[in-house]
């Protein structure tokens, strides 16, 4: 048999020097791509660069670390440029509670006659039920927050200490409704709460 009819197959590009031995049809590369030698299940990796948005991310990266550590407490040795500690972060918003704290209520209304009129009376029962109910339960006999209707007061029963609490919160877990109420609201429900004492 001559060798003009035997049909060639030869590869249509050369491999390249780490090409091919263990995989019958694996991809053969041009020779410009470089093979870093490493292979699993016949996937060869080949060294190309890394994206130009990767390693610009990565260098991103890297120069806000730089900044973080100037700016910021890093080492045993450095405070940082702002000179920023949890300690001094933390004193400062305790002051600023305590200054919040002893801030007096300015009482404008007569709460006791307040607690008298049927009209701020309804306002302050809408109020407690959609603010206060959760936490000191339906009837104010207490749940998580303590009743509003028996004698016992931790921080006082007069209309000024009730409006105090419910203003400023108190330290147990009472939130502080004078951010979240208009001040009629908070002196309506003070007057609900009031009513609800039994004389
Ligand atoms: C997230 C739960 C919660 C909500 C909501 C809440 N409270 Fe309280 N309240 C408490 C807790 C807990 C205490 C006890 C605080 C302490 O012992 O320091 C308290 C204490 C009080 C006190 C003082 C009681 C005392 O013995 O001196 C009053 C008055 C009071 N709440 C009224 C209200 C009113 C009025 C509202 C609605 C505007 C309200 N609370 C909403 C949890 C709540």
Known sequence: ?????????????????????SSTNR???PDDKILSGHEV?????????????????????????IG???????????????????????????AEQAARRTKPVVVKVDLAQ???DPAHLANGKAIYEL???????????????PS?????????????DILESVTNGRPGGMPNWGN???PEEVEDVTAFVLSLQKE
């Open 148 to 160: 509003l209707v028996d004698a016992e007061w931790k921080y006082g029963g007069k209309p000024t």
């Open 180 to 182: 979240t109420l208009k």
């Open 27 to 29: 991809v053969i590369l």
């Open 114 to 116: 307040l607690a008298r």
């Open 68 to 94: 973080y550590c100037i700016v910021y407490p890093s080492f045993w040795f450095w405070p940082g440029l702002w000179k920023w500690s949890s300690t001094t972060e933390m004193n400062r918003l305790e």
């Open 41 to 65: 299940d016949g996937i060869q990796e080949m060294d190309n660069p890394m994206p130009v948005w990767l390693s610009t991310l990565f260098l991103a990266t890297f120069l806000y670390a």
């Open 131 to 145: 603010s206060c109910a959760t936490c000191h339960g339906e009837n104010a006999q207490g749940k998580v927050g």
């Open 1 to 21: 048999m001559s060798d003009e009819n035997a049909i060639v197959t030869e590869p249509a590009v050369t491999p390249g020097p780490m090409a091919g031995n």
